[in-house]
């Protein structure tokens, strides 16, 4: 079973800084990797998928990278609305299965 | 413009059953796998369900199988989960997920979101 384990759980930082979020998978995932935002309140919102793809609508700061086992989602000059609970996500080939890793909260210093 | 709303959460006794609801709307719904997905208060997300866009084929988290049931009605552009056998530990809030791109089988990631449903179970 695949573990998608995400650090820090915490990251805190000013407006203006730059972010880098980890994620890395108990097995290699090839490039299968997406992740997603999540406000207090809100659905979670797909930023990034197959590593490195930005979804539709994504601001250009937001950038996936990684490969295999390791994967970072990097926010280059955060801005107010990018403070928010961070998940990556991979499914298992087959059967499908899909698993969350538990979340980094990036939080304003 | 994309949605989807899900509905049908509630307070409910453990053992006790709910049918959620998620209608959507702006796409051809058909053409998309969906899946459900539930976050617990202060957690974070655990995938559920999710089915083909015609319906032949599901997949359930182990915990879940055979209490859960996830179906559709693509005439009426709707996805169904009937949970029974509550327990406590199933108390979330459950999102519907549209799956990013068309496919035969079901995406690998998850491109639109509802606004979630609370489904408490407590005696």
């Known amino acids: 079973e695949i573990v998608l384990t995400q650090s820090p759980v915490t990251l805190s930082l000013s407006p203006g800084e730059r972010a880098t979020l980890s994620c890395r998978a108990s097995?290699?995932?090839?490039?299968?990797l997406a992740w997603y935002q999540q406000k207090p309140g809100q659905a979670p919102r797909l930023l990034i998928y197959?590593?490195?793809t930005r979804a539709t609508g994504v601001p250009a700061r937001f950038t996936g990278s990684g490969s295999v086992r390791d994967f970072t989602l990097t926010i280059t000059s955060l801005e107010p609305e990018d403070f928010a609970v961070y998940y990556c996500q991979h499914r298992k080939n087959w059967p499908p299965r899909f698993v969350f890793g538990q979340g980094t909260k990036l939080e304003i210093k | 413009e994309f949605l989807l709303v899900e509905s049908g959460g509630d307070l409910v006794r453990p053992g006790g059953s709910l049918r959620l609801s998620c209608t959507t709307s702006?796409?051809?719904?058909?053409?998309?796998?969906m899946s459900w997905v539930r976050q617990a208060p202060g957690k974070g997300l655990e995938w559920v369900s999710a089915m083909s866009g015609t319906g032949d084929t599901t997949y359930y988290e182990d915990s879940v199988k055979g209490r859960f049931t996830v179906s559709r009605d693509n005439s009426r552009d709707t996805l169904f989960l009937h949970v029974s056998s509550l327990r406590a530990d199933d108390t979330a809030i459950y999102y519907c997920a549209r799956h990013l791109g068309t496919t035969t089988t079901v995406g690998w990631y998850f491109d639109l979101w509802g606004r979630g449903t609370l489904v408490t179970v407590s005696s």
């Open positions: 097995q290699s995932i090839s490039t299968y």
């Open positions: 702006g796409f051809m719904f058909k053409k998309y796998a």
């Open positions: 197959d590593a490195s």
